[in-house]
């Protein structure tokens, strides 16, 4: 099974894939919550040189408020992870982890309930970036 919904851009640039990254998230019922440019943080704590990647935290505060009264400790687990990477060969991939996939270790039906709903929508952001 894999852990992540992906996306490959060939012609779009970075941040363009990143702005259509960002909107059909909030289309899509989720807020960013965190932003990481991890190229910038390699480069800056170990002079590091990786091509553009981008980490957002995404959440759907209504799923996220659903999971955490049924798993308290699931925030451990959140927000969602999506990332926007530029491949050697230039092209843009968007990767989103899935909800599903990773709260497999969780045994709780209903949360998986939630998760599959979370995944859901997910896919649809991947779909309409």
């Known amino acids: 099974m894999s852990y992540t919904m992906d996306r490959i851009f060939e012609t779009e640039s970075f941040d363009k894939v990143v702005e259509r990254t960002r909107k ?21 704590k170990i002079d590091a040189d990786i091509s553009d990647y981008l980490i957002l935290g995404a959440c759907s505060p209504t799923m996220a408020y659903e999971a955490i009264k049924i798993e308290p400790r699931i925030g451990s687990m959140l927000p969602c992870n ?29 949360l998986q309930a939630v ?8 896919q649809k952001v991947v779909d309409n970036i």
């Open 24 to 44: 059909a998230l909030t289309d899509n019922g989720f807020g960013v919550l965190t932003e990481i440019n991890v190229k910038q943080t390699l480069k800056t």
């Open 82 to 110: 999506v990332i926007i990477r530029t491949l050697d060969d230039g092209q843009i991939e968007v990767s989103a982890i899935d909800p599903q996939a990773s709260m497999q270790a969780v045994e709780n039906e209903q």
């Open 115 to 122: 998760a599959s709903e979370v995944k859901t929508m997910m």
